[in-house]
């Protein structure tokens, strides 16, 4: 049998215990579809089924439940070591390394390093600003902001800002009159293009057949031209707000049931350091104050 994974067996514990991925997947703050894979990969190097759904629920196999009577104990004294350990050395200090996108550090980020810099004297914190995926374990980042993050992504993290998606364009641009009408739109690359968008307004829904005129790889960009009049495109509320109320923009409505989210991750096993819970735990809580906007 090949050598067992630790933190496989660590996302199965969490799964048995708490009866469920979404449950789960809350607590440990690993997305659901990266635990499913990861337990699947550990059926697979047993050789057994270790869970089966039941309703709503996973339910242990017996052969769950004997692995979970013996990995539940050894996991918590673990973690009971790793706290003593970190107990003896909890400062925070040391270098900070970040990587955010262009959109992300315009949403309070520089405000909120400065703050956390004062609040922490000890940390050299550096922010990397690149629209690329980065990789943080090959490029030596301790953490990675990324918005709406793949959900089989290995890394963990929080989510600190959620935001309703508008569809807006530059007040010359005029407002369609029927259903269906073909616009001039700005799309972003990663979200591929839409045969239409359909949005909800004061007037009800409204259908809209986006005519690509330019293709952008950065919201950033998207946001230029759109406030440079070349065509409507979906944006995150909170980004837009001030143009809205100053009237650069104008807001045709907002995309039902799509939100943008943004996550600041890590690899499982950074959480131990101190000046990672620091920043991770101030980022969401600042956000959770007055930052979360949209």
């Known amino acids: 049998m090949e050598q067992m994974d630790l933190e496989a067996v ?5 799964v048995a215990r708490q009866g469920g ?43 769950g439940r004997r692995l979970f009577d013996r990995a539940a104990p050894l996991l918590a004294d673990l973690a009971s070591a790793g706290a003593e350990i ?25 405000a909120f390093a400065t703050a956390f810099v004062k609040r922490y004297p000890q940390v050299k914190l550096e922010i990397d600003v690149d629209d690329r995926f980065v990789d943080p ?13 793949a959900a089989d992504s290995d890394l963990v993290g929080k989510c600190f800002l959620r935001t309703e998606v508008e569809l807006a364009a530059a007040p010359e641009i005029p407002l369609p009159t029927g259903q269906n009408e073909v616009v001039d739109a700005v799309i972003l690359t990663a979200t591929g293009g839409q045969a ?30 759109v406030l440079s ?18 009237g650069r923009l104008r807001a045709w409505g907002r995309v039902p049931n799509r939100h943008m989210e ?33």
């Open 10 to 14: 660590r996302l199965f514990v969490a």
């Open 21 to 63: 991925l979404n449950a789960a997947s809350r607590e440990t703050g690993v997305p659901k579809a990266t635990m499913s894979r990861r337990i699947r990969q550990l059926e697979a190097s047993l050789g057994t089924l270790l869970l089966e759904r039941s309703g709503r629920r996973m339910r242990m196999t017996d052969d």
């Open 86 to 110: 970190s107990a003896r050395d909890g400062e925070v200090r040391g270098t900070l390394r970040v990587s955010v996108p262009a959109l992300l550090a315009r949403s309070g980020i520089g």
């Open 137 to 149: 374990v090959a490029e030596g980042y301790d953490l990675v902001v990324r918005a709406n993050p």
């Open 196 to 225: 239409s968008w359909t949005v909800l307004n004061e007037g009800g829904p409204l259908t809209v057949l986006p005519r690509e005129t330019i293709r952008c790889s950065s919201m950033m960009l998207v946001y230029d031209a």
């Open 229 to 246: 009049g070349a065509g409507v495109a979906l944006l995150p509320a909170w980004l837009i707000e001030p143009d809205l109320r100053e």
């Open 262 to 294: 943004a996550w600041v991750l890590h690899t499982p096993a950074h959480l131990s350091r101190p000046k990672i819970r620091a920043f991770v735990d101030a980022l969401v809580e600042a956000y959770r104050s007055g930052g979360n906007r949209g």
